[in-house]
């Protein structure tokens, strides 16, 4: 059984940085491709970033390109993602998930396994 466990969200300001991280257990981690969804109050679950099970490419949306870094680390089985920059409308629980593969990455239904998610709270 997959374990991911999310840690590092809060409440920052407007412009502030914060650092998200997932711990995986339970399967060869470095086999697998890992990202981050997002999900709002009110809105649909939204792709954030992803990264294969390398490190090699990363994938990023629109919204958060630029601003937001995904990285890994497979000996410590744990995926990061950096986000600079925040604006309130980054504001929403953030999830990471694992899958193999590396295409179609937007759609959630490809991801296999899901950790429980992270607040993530901007304020103006």
């Known amino acids: 059984q997959v374990q991911l466990v999310e840690s590092g969200g809060g409440l920052v300001q407007t412009g502030d940085s914060l650092r998200l991280s997932c711990a995986a257990s339970?399967?060869?981690?470095?086999?697998?491709?890992m990202g981050w969804f997002r999900q709002a109050p009110g809105k649909e679950r939204e792709f954030v970033a992803g990264?294969?099970?390398?490190?090699?490419?990363?994938y990023y949306s629109d919204s958060v390109k630029g601003r937001f870094t995904i990285s890994r680390d497979n000996d410590k089985i744990t995926v990061y993602l950096q986000m600079n920059s925040l604006k309130p409308e980054d504001t929403a629980v953030y999830c990471c998930?694992?899958?193999?593969?590396?295409?179609?990455?937007?759609?959630?239904?490809?991801?296999?396994?899901w950790g429980q998610g992270a607040q993530v709270t901007v304020s103006s």
């Open positions: 339970g399967r060869t981690f470095s086999n697998y491709a």
């Open positions: 998930a694992t899958r193999r593969g590396f295409e179609g990455l937007e759609d959630y239904r490809e991801w296999s396994y």
């Open positions: 990264i294969n099970s390398s490190g090699g490419r990363t």
